[in-house]
């Protein structure tokens, strides 16, 4: 075995594991296991929480359609169903909300929908309400 075949595969984990680290996520590596013809050493990856994910993505662009953080995992009422907020599509023009009903049925809407999302009017009184 050589010493510059134990050295790359050192760097090569040291890359690997910086990279891992930079994008949130979790890397294990087995035992490197060096032959006369090279060496070979397998890496574990897990996925990222789905959940924190959503969450961070909620926080970053839920402001842009007047709604606020906490209202990520609320539960509203649409319609006759209860729906619980999940997360945000930023890539979607319209009805960006991700819902979900209580059978797990995924849905998008509109964050008027929701009933959360602040009207630009909100502070303004409507003609004829009482004071």
């Known amino acids: 075995m050589s010493k510059g075949l134990v050295a790359v595969?050192?760097?090569l984990k040291d890359l690997?594991?910086?990279?891992?680290e930079?994008?949130?996520?979790?890397i294990r590596f087995s035992n490197a296991k060096f032959n006369?013809?090279?060496?070979r050493f397998a890496?574990?990856?897990?996925?990222?929480?789905?959940k924190e994910q959503?969450?961070?993505?909620?926080?970053?662009?839920?402001?842009?359609?007047?709604?606020?953080?906490?209202?990520?995992g609320k539960k509203f009422t649409l319609?006759?169903?209860r729906m619980t907020i999940m997360g945000i599509d930023p890539n979607r023009h319209k009805n960006m909300i991700l819902i979900e009903n209580e059978r797990g049925k995924r849905y998008v809407c509109s964050?008027?929908?929701?009933g959360l999302a602040e009207t630009l009017f909100s502070s303004v009184p409507v003609r004829g309400a009482p004071r």
């Open 9 to 11: 595969v050192d760097r």
């Open 22 to 26: 930079s994008e949130g996520v979790k």
């Open 43 to 50: 890496i574990e990856i897990e996925a990222p929480d789905k």
């Open 16 to 20: 690997i594991e910086t990279a891992a």
């Open 111 to 114: 964050p008027m929908a929701t």
């Open 79 to 81: 319609g006759a169903q």
């Open 54 to 72: 959503d969450k961070a993505l909620w926080d970053a662009w839920c402001s842009s359609v007047r709604m606020k953080p906490e209202h990520f």
């Open 36 to 39: 006369t013809g090279g060496a």
